[in-house]
């Protein structure tokens, strides 16, 4: 079945600088990356999600980077805020699926 | 309005008890899902219908049973609570099961074991 890594487990960056979170899945047929933001005590949100037709994908701050080649997918989020701490899972999903596979998370934090 | 919501947020109980908890969504959507996330954030699926049907059922105990009465509600009931059940418990729900669906969340209950 799928597995999905997610490194690093802990990010801490100075407010307006650059933040990456780097993923890779198993399953060269996986066809869907979703991102989700989760913040204490509330639910995971989808914040971007990339199809494995295209490379890459932004939504103003936030972009994400698919290599299929590798096997590996990125998010980066660019400016940060202090609203952007959170902990960020990336997720894969193959298409014959109905679940999407979790990483195990990456809990950012910034700095003032 | 929220999209989907949980009952309760929180639920302390004593081992060996039955519990139940609701979730209901007001999106339309077709699939429903129920997550478990441990004490390290790990998010694993447990159960998923489709139209009041079960498409998913993970490697789950028989002590957790889900039912969904229509498609905008998936109930989880747990018997003979134990140690290990304490967590957060999460509801999603999806257009529809095919891939490439984006999940939408409850914000969760938590779950304490005594």
């Known amino acids: 079945g799928e597995n999905v890594e997610q490194h690093p487990s802990t990010l801490s960056v100075q407010e307006g600088d650059s933040a990456v979170i780097k993923c890779t899945y198993s399953?060269?047929?996986?066809?869907?990356f979703p991102w989700y933001k989760q913040e204490l005590g509330k639910g995971p949100q989808l914040i971007i999600d990339i199809r494995s037709n295209v490379g890459e994908k932004k939504d103003q701050r936030i972009a994400v980077t698919l290599n299929k080649t590798a096997k590996h997918f990125s998010l980066h989020i660019t400016e940060t805020q202090p609203e952007d701490s959170a902990v960020y899972f990336c997720?894969?999903?193959?298409?014959?699926?109905?679940?999407?596979?979790f990483g195990s998370g990456t809990r950012l934090s910034i700095r003032p | 309005d929220t999209a989907v919501s949980q009952t309760p947020k929180y639920l302390v109980t004593q081992m060996g008890n039955d519990k139940s908890i609701k979730c209901e969504q007001n999106?339309?959507?077709?699939?429903m899902y129920w997550y478990k996330q441990d004490s390290k954030k790990f998010l694993k699926i447990m159960f998923s219908y489709n139209n009041k049907e079960l498409i998913i059922n993970e490697t789950v105990p028989n002590r957790f049973s889900p039912k969904s009465p229509d498609k905008a509600h998936l109930n989880l009931h747990i018997n003979s609570l134990e140690l290990g059940d304490s967590a957060v418990y999460f509801c999603?729900?999806?257009?529809?099961?095919?891939?490439?669906?984006?999940?939408?969340f409850g914000d969760g209950t938590r779950l304490s074991i005594l």
């Open positions: 999106l339309g959507h077709d699939t």
């Open positions: 997720a894969a999903q193959h298409p014959s699926a109905s679940k999407i596979i």
């Open positions: 399953d060269s047929a996986s066809n869907y």
């Open positions: 999603a729900s999806s257009p529809t099961s095919i891939t490439d669906q984006p999940q939408h």
